[in-house]
């Protein structure tokens, strides 16, 4: 009698654990995890992107298109999930078209609205976000790159610095850009390419612009300078 009821004791403790464990969404794997989602507004700049693709890596249902001022919106998306901004054409202040954009732009969502140049060099590493540190530019700093909104963001010459460094470094995307895209046929490819050997641009560029007294000359010769620096060169090469 008494190894009867233990036995009932023991059957009503695992029936309770597994309501319990039901509750509570089940054992490993068995519940839902949310993800946490915000919705972007912003602008594409390297200057102004019109009619640039702008949508979320690995998620092709979260896309749209930049209107001439480079503005877009993305619905939903989720937190420290990459956006990616591709193709379109240039244009200036007034609209007026500057050619094709041939590069490649990032932003982390939920960290930056804009799409710049400077958002993709932080995107990609992190801690370049100490190299702009030290050169006067602030994150507010990397979310803009037109004079005018960089107003009054800091000094004169964090603005100077900021505008030189993401000048640079567009260029250098753009040609990346052109090159994958005239030599690879699976276009799909180029923003893995141009990710690729701007991470070794970033790491070169690390290395040389550190400096808390650099101004905007000194920044655009150092970027041009890790472009042909033959760890860079060899990046792109492999990756083609």
């Known amino acids: 009698m008494k190894r009867q009821r233990i036995k009932w004791v023991a059957l ?38 019109n ?9 092709n249902t979260k896309t749209t298109k930049t209107d001439i001022t480079g503005n877009y919106t993305l619905n939903n998306v989720t937190i420290r999930a990459r956006v990616i901004a591709k193709g379109g054409n240039e244009v200036n202040s007034t609209g007026g078209d500057l050619g094709e954009f041939t590069g490649v732009l990032m932003a982390t969502a939920g960290d930056h609205s804009n799409i710049t140049p400077l958002t993709t060099l ?33 000094n004169a010459t964090s603005i100077q610095n900021t505008l030189a460094l993401a000048t640079a470094v567009a260029t250098q995307i753009k040609l990346v850009g052109n090159v994958a895209n005239k030599v690879v046929t699976d276009k799909t490819k180029v923003v893995t390419i141009v990710e690729n050997v701007v991470k070794k641009l970033i790491t070169v560029i690390s290395d040389n612009l550190n400096a808390t007294n650099t101004n905007a000359t000194d920044i655009v010769d150092k970027v041009v300078e890790a472009a042909k620096n033959s760890t860079v060169t060899d990046a792109l090469i492999s990756e083609l």
């Open 51 to 59: 009619g640039t693709t702008v949508y979320m890596e690995n998620d």
């Open 122 to 154: 932080v995107t990609l590493d992190d801690n370049f976000a100490n190299v702009l540190k030290d050169l006067g530019i602030t994150d507010v700093d990397v979310n803009f790159m037109d004079s005018k909104q960089l107003a009054g963001l800091g």
């Open 12 to 49: 009503f403790c695992v029936m309770c654990f597994m309501t319990l464990l039901t509750a509570c969404g089940g054992g490993g794997g068995g519940g839902t995890t949310e993800s946490t989602t915000t919705d972007i507004s912003g602008q594409a700049v390297d200057p102004y992107l």
